[in-house]
Structure formats: structure tokens, C-alpha cells
């Protein structure tokens, strides 16, 4: 869902003169600035290493639930992929700005007893750690989706559906935990081409870029 609202806010900003998008399965979206990439394996971008060179940025949007799975399984998903894509990438291009969509109440000591805080948060620092330029962790809370945008999760998609009538709402009453995909995509474009002054950027922050 993310994805979709950040691919779209970068293929309508005229400042972006190309995207490459890294996907399991054809979305079907045509676009000459758009050059979609299917590779099935996340956990090997050795393959497709000649695709990662001379990019600016790398938006990494990738996630799931935690729900019904041991702390193994959710990191291989949450960790394990997004290490074995941001490697690659900070050894090709040490100019990159990297963007980590992580989440509100990420644990960074990788203590704490909530098990996706500590895994997010345990993507956090090894993310800090690699020589990119740059390095941001987003951290939503609530995520709005604009323009037809939907979540690919099912778990997902029923509680947004309930929610849609009320968000007009919760964004105005509370502006710290709501944003949109649209905000989303255009604060990630923004701390691209112009940096932020902090690492960690929760809804407010995001909302103000």
C-alpha cells in the first residue's frame, strides 16, 4: 500500500527522471518514467546487482503483519529482506539517500517485550550502520490510503474500509498519528533531494516535509 502511494507521488514529481521498481509480481503499470523489475527470491538480490548501480534512492516500502508468526518468521521477512536489498545497495551506491518504512513504537535497544518493535528496531540500526549518504526511518502510525490505493493484505484491508468514514475525523483531531500515502510518498521524495534535520521521522514529521 505504501509502495503503490510512494511510486505514484514519484512518477507525477518532475524533479524524478526515472523509477525502478523491484517486484515479485507484474503490477501492470505502464509508465514511461517506470521500469518495473520482477525477481522472485528477496532474499538474493545478487542476481540483479547490475540493476542496483548509479540510483540516487532507495525507498523500501516492504512489509507485513506480525500477526500469527514466532519472531523467526517475522524477521526473516522484516530483517532478513530488507538487509539483503540494503547491502547491495550501499556497496553500489555510497551517494544513496535510503528510506526505511518502519513503524510508530519501534524499539531500537531490542529489548523491549513487544516482538515487531524489537525487530523493526533491530532493522533500524543495522540500516544506520551501512555506508549510504544518508539513512531515514519513517515511523506511521495510522496510513490513509489516497487515489484508490489499497492494501495487498486482506488483514489489512477490512479494518481501513471501517476506519474510512472516521479518518477525515482522526486527521484533524489527531494530526500526530495520521497521514496519508500522498504525504508519505512526497516526505520520502523530499528527504531525498533535500535531507531532514533528524533520522527518525514519526506522522507529524512527515506530515510537515
Same mark, same amino acid.
Given at each position: 500500500?505504501?509502495?503503490?502511494?510512494?511510486? !505514484?507521488?514519484?512518477?507525477?514529481?518532475?524533479?524524478?527522471?526515472?523509477?525502478?521498481?523491484?517486484? !515479485?509480481?507484474?503490477?501492470?503499470?505502464?509508465?514511461?518514467?517506470?521500469?518495473?523489475?520482477? #525477481?522472485?527470491?528477496?532474499?538474493?538480490?545478487?542476481?540483479?546487482?547490475?540493476?542496483?548501480?548509479?540510483?540516487?534512492?532507495?525507498?523500501?516500502?516492504?512489509?507485513?503483519?506480525?500477526?500469527?508468526?514466532?519472531?523467526?518468521?517475522?524477521?526473516?521477512?522484516?530483517?532478513?529482506?530488507?538487509?539483503?536489498?540494503?547491502?547491495?545497495?550501499? !556497496?553500489?551506491?555510497?551517494?544513496?539517500?535510503?528510506?526505511?518504512?518502519?513503524?510508530?513504537?519501534?524499539?531500537?535497544?531490542?529489548?523491549?517485550?513487544?516482538?515487531?518493535?524489537?525487530?523493526?528496531?533491530?532493522?533500524?540500526?543495522?540500516?544506520?550502520?551501512?555506508?549510504?549518504?544518508?539513512?531515514?526511518?519513517?515511523? &506511521?502510525?495510522?496510513?490513509?490510503?489516497? #487515489?484508490?490505493?489499497?492494501?495487498?493484505?486482506?488483514?489489512?484491508?477490512? &479494518?481501513?474500509?471501517?476506519?474510512?468514514?472516521?479518518?477525515?475525523?482522526?486527521?484533524?483531531?489527531?494530526?500526530?498519528?495520521?497521514?496519508?500515502?500522498?504525504?508519505?510518498?512526497?516526505?520520502?521524495?523530499?528527504?531525498?533531494? #533535500?535531507?531532514?534535520?533528524?533520522?527518525?521521522?514519526?506522522?507529524?514529521?512527515?506530515?510537515?516535509?
Amino acid at each position: 500500500m505504501v509502495g503503490q502511494g510512494v511510486i !505514484r507521488e514519484c512518477l507525477l514529481d518532475p524533479d524524478v527522471e526515472s523509477v525502478l521498481s523491484i517486484v !515479485r509480481s507484474p503490477s501492470g503499470q505502464r509508465n514511461p518514467k517506470l521500469r518495473e523489475l520482477v #525477481h522472485a527470491n528477496f532474499f538474493d538480490f545478487s542476481p540483479i546487482g547490475r540493476e542496483l548501480s548509479g540510483l540516487d534512492a532507495a525507498f523500501f516500502c516492504l512489509g507485513a503483519t506480525s500477526a500469527g508468526k514466532t519472531e523467526e518468521q517475522y524477521s526473516r521477512v522484516t530483517y532478513d529482506i530488507t538487509m539483503a536489498a540494503a547491502e547491495p545497495l550501499a !556497496r553500489l551506491n555510497p551517494g544513496m539517500t535510503f528510506v526505511f518504512v518502519s513503524g510508530a513504537g519501534t524499539d531500537t535497544t531490542e529489548r523491549g517485550r513487544v516482538m515487531w518493535a524489537r525487530v523493526k528496531g533491530k532493522a533500524e540500526n543495522a540500516l544506520a550502520r551501512l555506508p549510504f549518504k544518508a539513512v531515514y526511518m519513517f515511523r &506511521p502510525a495510522v496510513i490513509q490510503p489516497m #487515489h484508490g490505493i489499497q492494501s495487498k493484505t486482506a488483514l489489512y484491508r477490512i &479494518p481501513y474500509l471501517l476506519l474510512r468514514p472516521l479518518t477525515p475525523w482522526l486527521r484533524k483531531r489527531f494530526p500526530q498519528y495520521v497521514t496519508t500515502t500522498q504525504q508519505l510518498g512526497r516526505a520520502m521524495i523530499a528527504v531525498a533531494k #533535500h535531507g531532514a534535520p533528524k533520522r527518525v521521522l514519526e506522522s507529524a514529521d512527515i506530515n510537515k516535509l
